[in-house]
């Protein structure tokens, strides 16, 4: 008997017209993050199939971390579906297992099998209590599920369901570009992002020498996690110093955080229509800090054309923190590094900014040509996630 892994799709199932387009956006995500393995992909409407004579365990714990997927099952397979052949393989899969009580479950894809699922499982049961001494059924709390499939060409023995991340196969509802802090927040802004089928890039303001390599660093390895899952992850750094260092000479203390902001929003967006990414992602939440009020957002919003997208906007901190943790990027976010807006942060940041008024500081100094500068001059870094250590080459 085969083992293999099957793949249950997840909302993607709802896709009426274009269900192959997303089935085959899972498959080549699938083939991108299992190019370390072996691995033969087949799939119908309703089922991914992955052989592969590598360790499958390993397989599928890559596989869990891939949109799309509502279940993953490592199962046996029977390319001959007669009931006697199904009855013995499952007898030989059950041998050396313990259990009291077990109920079967059956699934028929072949309607024309002389069966309905009803009496298989009905009929698998009483082979199950004939040969296997003490063994009782009980629908209700089994111990042991058994799961049988039955398809055309082949019938399917699993014992374990594991439940995959859902969503959307990344890369299947376009592009955007992620503003990436060192911070909680905008990581978990991504992977929420990924989660709906967005494939991301990223960008970074850095300020050297007023942040550090580690800061930077820290930055590259939360987008590694990110990359866990999708593959890859584009990450454009920009030297953000000279900005920076105007924008302090030139505006008053409480309008810098609002003003620095407009900026970021406006080199995103010029990186973003260069590389086809169709929005801006952040991580910004409504309330959190005096740039993220309603009006704070509507006087730096105001500056790009590209929608922005704000997953965590509606979170509480204590739920975003939650997520952080599952996608294991919490540790990383608290290294403790200075990021390029916490450093020149005033007592008192403006909480209802001014449109006309950032207008107006900002003419104090040229800073088109300093932007266009540091978008000439951005470095890219592209970000995988592979078993190697060698993760990141510069472009
Ligand atoms: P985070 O925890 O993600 O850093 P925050 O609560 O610290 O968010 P801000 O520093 O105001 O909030 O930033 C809001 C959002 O702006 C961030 O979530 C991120 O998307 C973006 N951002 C802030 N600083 C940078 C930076 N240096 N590079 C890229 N994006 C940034
Ligand atoms: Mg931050």
Known sequence: MKKLIIIKYGELTTKKDNINFFIKTLKANLEETLSNYKCDISYDKGRMFIESDDDLE???????????IHEINI?????????????SSLLTLIEDKEFNTFKVETKRSNKNYPMDSMEISRKLGGVVLKNKQGVKVDVHNPEVLINVEIRFDAAFIYFEKEKGLGGYPVGT????????????DSPVAGYMALKRGVRLEAIYF???????????????????????????VKLHVINFTEVEENILKNCPRDYLITIMRRMMYRISETIAIRNNCKCLVNGESIGQVASQTLTSMSAIGRVVKLPVIRPVACLDKLDIIEIANQIDTYDISIEPYEDCCTIFVPDHPVINPEPELCEEYENNFNWQDMIKKCIEEETVIKIENKISEEYSSIL
Do not use: R
């Open 58 to 68: 390993i397989i599928k714990d890559k596989v869990k971390n891939t949109f799309g």
């Open 75 to 87: 199962a046996y397979k029977l390319d001959n579906t007669n009931f006697d052949n199904i009855a």
């Open 173 to 184: 509802l376009g592009k955007g570009l992620l503003m990436l802090s060192g911070g909680i």
């Open 206 to 232: 850095d300020a050297p020498p007023h942040t550090s390599e580690a800061a930077k660093n820290k930055v590259i390895n939360l987008a590694k996690k990110l990359a866990g899952y999708s593959g890859y």
